[in-house]
């Protein structure tokens, strides 16, 4: 079945009715109650068809807190049931964790049905944890009639409370969350807040900016305890990537801007900030088993013949940023005249799997914009504040983002060479880090535009929390943002939708005919209580490659 099977109607008709809606429902809402063994909750991720990654992090003793490397190594037992109650487990087993992965615990439920909901938990001690509720993929020769996925990005502690987490964990009809970077931030309290104001609506732990393995493991449990977070983790299972801020802003394959000399060395900064994602992530590294504490985050999952998803890493493998976007006339050792955000490892498995015969949606977790994208004849006091938004923008008057594929314009031109050469169809981009929502198509000849053909097409979603146009310009939502907005869609006629003011989450509706983005936005970031509304949808149809504006969101 599709997700419809996951709403409340479904679950009405099927027998169970009011009384088993309601006790999962209450069920599910215990897990943003933390509890002292279990403090940070539970979460799934990657699902397969038959396994899905289940995770949890203990506190066995008081002294054993996240980074402290203290307190004793503990067996965790495991369920997994097709009900809340846990009157039908159909897989259980136990784990090993201590303080040399910080309490964390990730195993690979295996043996499970595909496309089949099931809740699991945790006990240690007597000590029984949240439920948690995940789904499995559809089989690989299924034919779903709709995928359905909550899509986020950039979520900054300091900058305001996880409200699109809570509207978006309230939703009955996701199959799984897909995560595209910034889950965390490095800066130290003060930093990087609240819009102009730079107040800390909820200042970082540890007290300083991250940098060894103790203070990641702290930062990564600071959010973990989030309420909302941990409500959202609960409800859904999570497929995640990340950018820059993970390990530190900028950041490349040897270095980063806000990595300094006195900070020591980056490659072990990188290692002991990957090392923390893997432990405290429902992921699976180097495509092994989830306990596998490997590095290589970019991989495949298969949602049957409908859609499939590839996630990027752009940081771990690209080249130093370049002071202006011309190509160097130096060739990178990767292959690319003006470097490579992917590596050549990554692209070429990049075009396999779009170019392979398979399912008919080619998704890319993409972590940073692959549209081309000039800023030129922005006005001129905006400019700074766009930079602020969109990030790399070079002091020498050159109007590209050179830390998005704008600055790696090689391997834009291979790939994109590629999916003209070999006929691919239904390529969609889905893309956060800018703080903003868009919708473009992406032309061979951005130059020659609309005359040419399209690549396919990206949805961008906006910022959880991190400051966007308004906040750092302190003007009103949809006052100065608009001529910026008109400027960029005025010289780049492929970007079809702007929005630079607000924060929220999106849904991302995959059919055969179509796949929408609908874009909610969420109110004041300081208000704990604040709701969300819907605000635009944009769709692609099938065999199109471009993008097109649509009156309504799909129905929850």
Known sequence: MTPSNFSRRAVLAGGAGAAALAGATTSLQSASAASPTFQHGVASGDPLPDAVVLWTRVTPTPEATPGSGQGPSTTVAWEVATDHRFRDVVRQGRAATGPDRDHTVKVDATGLRPDTAYFYRFTVRGATSPVGRTRTAPAS???????????????????????????????????????????????????????????DIRPHVPAREMVGLADY?????????????????????????????????????????????????????????????????????????????????????????????????????????AATPAPSPVPSPEGGGDGTITGRAQVDWLKERLRRDGPQWKLVGNPVMIAPVTFAQLP?????????????????????????????TNDRRELFEHIRDNGVKDVVFLTGDIHSGWACDLPYDASTYPLGDSAGVELVCTSVTSNNLKDITGTPARTSSLAVEAVIQTNNRHVKYLNFDDHGYSVLDVTPERVQMDWYVVGDRADRTAGSSWTASWATRSGTNKVQAVSAPVGA
């Open 217 to 321: 493991r702290q930062r990564h449990a600071q959010y973990k305890a989030d309420t909302d977070l941990r409500a959202l983790h609960a409800r859904h299972p999570f497929i995640v990537t990340w950018d820059d801020h993970e390990v530190a802003n900028d950041a490349w394959r040897e270095g980063a801007e806000n990595h300094q000399p006195d900070e020591g060395d980056y490659l072990a900064r990188r290692a002991a900030a990957h090392q923390a994602y893997d432990e405290w992530m429902p992921v699976r590294m180097s495509g092994t088993a989830a306990t596998g504490d490997g590095t290589q985050l970019f991989r495949t999952l298969q949602f049957g013949a409908l859609a499939e998803l590839n996630m990027l890493d752009l940081r771990t493998y690209r080249d130093q940023q």
């Open 380 to 408: 001129h006091d905006l400019v700074d504040p766009v930079n602020d938004v969109t990030g790399l923008l070079p002091r020498d008057g050159a109007p590209y983002n050179v830390d998005q594929w704008d600055g790696y």
């Open 141 to 199: 020769t299924a034919s779903p009639d709709r995928l359905r996925f909550g899509v986020v990005s950039c979520a900054n502690l300091q900058a305001g409370w996880f409200t699109a987490y809570r509207h978006l964990a309230a939703r009955d009809d996701i199959t799984a969350v897909i995560h595209l970077g910034d889950y965390l931030y490095e800066y130290a309290p003060g930093e990087y807040g609240y819009g102009r104001s730079n107040t």
